[in-house]
């Protein structure tokens, strides 16, 4: 069984300062990893994610994630945040059960001009 | 975009009635999963449908159903609907063999 939490409910940041959305995974197989973005009334787009290889993965609009396997995390990061970062984030693992995902209870990332 | 599109966007319904939701895969995919977001949560897994079978469920009852179509467009049935299906629901195309899915925009079920 997997399962993923994320740590914050609500994250206020200012305008171009940096931040980390974090997410921790418990899992008793090889997993992979996804951050998704949610803006409001609209489906899931995905940011990046990881499935082997380098732990530190990039994805798109400035951000970046490290997969950390001793400490079964999975934290998202951005060096200077827009105010069009303003939107829920969801943190995801799928594993044994293939592309089928379960996720956080999500991030709100407020950007504050 | 992620060619995935779902209707209809929004829905109102009675409790106790029946509802279909209907999703249409990005082209090639052989796979669908559905996926509940309750208002202030994150989405939960239904099930998945491979090649027309269902290919795993989460904690959802049998009044959950779902059917895929050889074109890869899928239904999602809901029969005696509760206050608490009230969600936006989300549809998932993938290549079975594939690790990532594409995400429709949702259909935004109220039930009154």
């Known amino acids: 069984a997997q399962s993923v939490t994320q740590l914050d409910s609500q994250v206020p940041v200012f305008e171009e300062a940096p931040v980390e959305l974090r997410c921790n995974y418990s899992?008793?197989?090889?997993?992979?990893l996804f951050w998704y973005v949610q803006y409001p009334n609209q489906g899931l787009q995905l940011l990046l994610k990881y499935l082997s290889g380098s732990t530190l993965v990039k994805g798109i609009n400035g951000f970046e994630a490290e997969f950390n396997k001793s400490q079964t995390s999975f934290h998202l990061r951005k060096p200077s945040v827009h105010i069009s970062d303003t939107a829920e984030y969801f943190c995801a693992v799928s594993g044994d059960t293939g592309n089928q995902f379960y996720f956080g209870t999500g991030t709100s990332l407020t950007v504050i001009p | 975009e992620t060619g995935v599109t779902q209707s209809p966007t929004h829905l109102i319904k009675t409790r106790g009635q029946q509802v279909t939701l209907r999703c249409s895969s990005q082209?090639?995919?052989?796979?669908v999963s559905w996926y509940q977001q309750a208002l202030g949560q994150g989405p939960q897994f239904i099930f998945q449908y491979y090649r027309e079978e269902e290919n795993g469920r989460g904690n959802f009852p049998p009044r959950f159903s779902g059917l895929q179509f050889p074109n890869y467009s899928s239904e999602l049935n809901v029969n005696a609907l509760e206050l608490d299906d009230s969600a936006l629901y989300l549809c998932a195309s993938s290549l079975i063999e594939s690790a990532e899915a594409f995400f429709g925009q949702g259909t935004r079920l109220t039930v009154v």
């Open positions: 899992s008793s197989v090889s997993v992979y």
């Open positions: 082209s090639g995919h052989n796979t």
